[in-house]
């Protein structure tokens, strides 16, 4: 089984891409992101404890999301793999994947980022508050929380996959989607 990571920050258009890789590749996306924000929408004591955190700009707790993963991996079949969207987000989650993927006889394939300045992470997210609706897109002292938590928490984990030989980064930025979506499918061909 593959095991991609699609990394980069919020409003990079991991969301945006992530069909199209899983389509071509046969993997399964698994958002963490929107099965929480599909546990708010479903009432769940769950979806009750996420809402704060996750309109506040903070992460939820490593076990949450944990959690999720770990049962896609159990439950899903008939794929050649998976495409991590927004997982991990931290390096204790980093860590944890690997140990949840050894036990399993498995590790990280590759993570693939998509890179954009936090100009535009701001531009995108307010774009997108429009067409989505998402609370945690409307706000901008929400918007700068998430950003300060990635560079945190989640930029680290460049570091982290580079010392394992696994990043593959390409621009995220600039040009049409259509470009930005060219560029990663040719990114993750490039890594096969
Ligand atoms: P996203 O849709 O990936 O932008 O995620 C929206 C929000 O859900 C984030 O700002 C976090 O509050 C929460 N979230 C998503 N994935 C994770 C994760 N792996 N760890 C902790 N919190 C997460």
């Known amino acids: 089984m593959k095991y ?14 992530a069909g199209a890789i899983a389509q071509k590749y046969n993997l399964k996306h698994i958002s963490t992101g929107e099965l929480l924000r599909a546990e708010i929408a479903a009432g769940t004591e769950l979806g009750r404890q996420a809402k704060s955190l996750i309109d506040a700009g903070m992460l939820v707790p490593d076990a949450v999301v ?12 008939g794929v050649d793999g998976f495409l991590l969207d927004g997982f991990p987000r931290n390096l204790a989650q980093a860590a944890d994947l690997d140990k949840i993927l050894e036990k399993r006889g498995e590790e990280v394939t590759a993570v693939v980022a998509l890179m954009i300045s936090d100009e535009t992470i701001r531009k995108r997210i307010k774009g997108r508050a429009l067409i989505e609706g998402r609370a945690d897109d409307a706000n901008d002292e929400t918007i700068s929380n998430r950003i300060r938590t990635y560079h945190a928490q989640t ?14 980064e390409c621009d995220g930025d600039n040009g049409t989607i259509e470009d930005n979506r060219n560029r990663v499918l040719a990114l993750v061909e490039s890594i096969k």
């Open 4 to 17: 991609y990571i699609l990394f980069g920050p919020p409003g990079a258009g991991k969301g945006t891409h």
């Open 66 to 77: 944990e959690g999720m993963i770990e049962s896609a991996f159990d439950t899903i079949k």
């Open 155 to 168: 930029e680290p984990l460049k570091a982290y996959y580079q010392a394992a030989g696994k990043y593959y």
